[in-house]
């Protein structure tokens, strides 16, 4: 990287949150997916006016922009992929503003999502979505991703609770999208074009998030199917009898041994699939929601369904859906994690999908998800050193893409696109919707300073590529 | 207009679906807003490849598009304000399915909003935007305007709604976005981009909506206060208190006097405040919070309250409420109907600060509006053949631009920008922001083909423009 742009961010940036040395930069190569890849220099800012003169500098030398927050990213969101300056966001964690009257929150790009939802909660209000990463990621890298979680198919998406954003544009303008109302229509939605944008259309410096009352009180039930088909039967009865539950998670079979190996809870080996399925609101009427719940399953063949009675046999279930990834990841030393979605109605269509793919390959693939609105989450155990496996990993991620797209589905319902994905965007997409998405970019940030290599294909690469 | 384009365009629409006439393009010059302007040709095209190709030709001669659907617009939406070829898409409404089992509708752009609800409402699904015009209005207009109704604290407005569209681009492209997935973070949500752009970044050709379960039951009150500030307590206390409604009108007194005036309904004619507030979810939970409703209404010095024990009730409840637009109607034959949005906390001092406009102009200026989300509806009724009146109608509209955006609010909640609002865009976004803005429509549509004068503001022009 050129020195000149090292002596001017010196000038405004103290030693202490300025970083050059091999062992500091190795910390910022990684994140929670797959590769690594070393930053020139990475910079901890403290505010919005530091950034802007970052992203100037980094447009006059050319030099690449990759925001971080946690970097729990599954998509290689804040991998540095061309090197460059890391923007590592941890310092910009102080402000987390409850405005109660307005249901709102205001925060700082940093704050870890789990407190929005500590703060939020102890005044009687809601941030409904809810990663499951969100004790350590931050709102700012959430929203940038746009993952969401379990209660998307109730509440809607992170995107549906962004309304209003200060932003460092890619040229380095600071810039206020949206603001403090629902509704808003003046002039284009930047707002939601930012969220989901993985970094590469401005870095976040503020987010306004409306808040929604607090429900009142929630009830949970395990159910476990004999035939994955008939969990999807559940799903379908329950929506159409007028219960929207805040949750509906799917965990299959090889999910379930997974845990059972990992920490035994008593789930039974054999059932094909298992839901754990929420409902909130009133307390009058979740209880009689929760019973015909149970009903449903029981009437479209579930093998066993148990309603939490208390406090501590919610936790019990939701630790079983909980324990999933610490589970999956003691089966190898490398996670492939997927988040292909579908309609709804074809989620067993996908399952068998899968089920076909896994075969064929000869892997471990585990599928679990969010069945209500869905999301799946198929993942692949598997190790990065064995070259020969890995092939089949590219062979089997390929086809868990096409699968979704031809399904009706989606490449990504919130992991985001990253690297792996990119290749498969025009399949999708068509030439000329990745051309609007490309202009937009251009437009916004005609040097590619801001997070370059993601979400768009290389030329030539048509496939996932997982070895060198 | 060029004659080498209505020659190609003949070639392939048919003359029943062809306006040249002038008594034709008359009824093709007005909107629901102030002005009127002559299209040089109106076509009806049945799908989107006739829209393609006209798009290409308007790009090939550069001749102005401009979409139009029931034409409800308050912001000069479908105006053809620079000529060229009015896209009337009322022969583009056939297709309405209800996906039941996915939770969604797909609908042609032409589909009058009330027959998604109807249609959804008949299989126990709910679509929830509710615009005052949606009897008459379509989807597509509904989309593009972002125009949501009372629901929006509840519920969200329409652009939560909108999952995946079918597009022709201002460069005739045909083009897909989002999908039938709630949740979808493949690139850039293009698709929230477009909701809300006022026909500027594309034709819209198919909506997929997604739907939820109807809620069960709904109970609704109609309070008056002695004063206006009391009813913004009582609307804040009710949300502290853990209740969401569904609706929370207010009318002011003014607009209460209009209704009487038009249609008496036995509304208390010395109250400064009317609320109508509505709650909808399971019939045990609305008994407690309608009743939660009254008390906390009854408790801030509401005086009087009344709860609808029937349908017959609520529907005359109800009444006050929608006669308000054909009662104001009555006092002028001119009316300016506004949308400026603020935080809820601000809706006292908004009253306030309209008030004060009110007496400094000396116009009639009733406000009513979607006070749960704080969007208000300012009208002023005057006559726009009256010069001088008119320039003081444009004094005050200025002020009432500023005032919302000095309460930390925005020039519209769900009417749009339009023509009217265009100067105040750098008020409220500010240089930069509005150069993305601008920098997108300039990728999109190079040569300004669809529905140019709108949103952007003309040099030059800094305020409010009603007389010649």
Redesign the interface.
Known sequence: MNKQIFQAIKEFIPENRLFTKLEDLYSYSYDASFGQYLPDLAVQPIDAEEISKIVKLANTFLVPVYPRGSATSLSGGSLPVEGGIILDMSQMSKKLVI??????AIASPGVITANIHQEAEKV?LFYPPDPSSSHVSTIGGNLL????GPK??KY??T??YVIGLEVV?PTG?????G????????????T??I???EGT?GIVTEVILRL???P?ARKTLLATFGQLVDSGYAI?NI??????PAAMELMDNSCIRAVENYQPTGLPLDAEALLVIEVD??P??ID??IKACEEICLSVGATTVKVAKTDKERDEIWKARKMVSPAITQLGPTKISEDA?????QIPAMMERLKEIREKYNLTLVVFG?AG???MHPNIITDKRNKEEMKRVENAVSEIFEAAVQL??????????GIL?APY?EM???K???E??R??K???DPNNILNPGK?FPKPGITKVVLTD
């Open positions: 405005d109660k009257e307005n249901l709102l009687g991703e746009n993952s969401s998307g198919l809607g998406t995107k549906e544009t303008d600071i810039v206020r999208t603001g403090k109302t629902v509704k808003n229509v003046t002039g284009y939605d930047l939601r074009l969220v989901g944008s259309l929604i009352p607090k009142k379908t929506l159409s009898n007028g219960i929207l609101g009133h009058l009427a009689e929601e979605t579908v309609p709804r109605s969010h609105d869905g999301n009706g589905g989606t490449l990504s319902g919130e992991h985001g696109i994905k965007m999708e997409l068509g000329a919707g990745l609007l998405m202009s937009i251009q437009a916004w979400i």
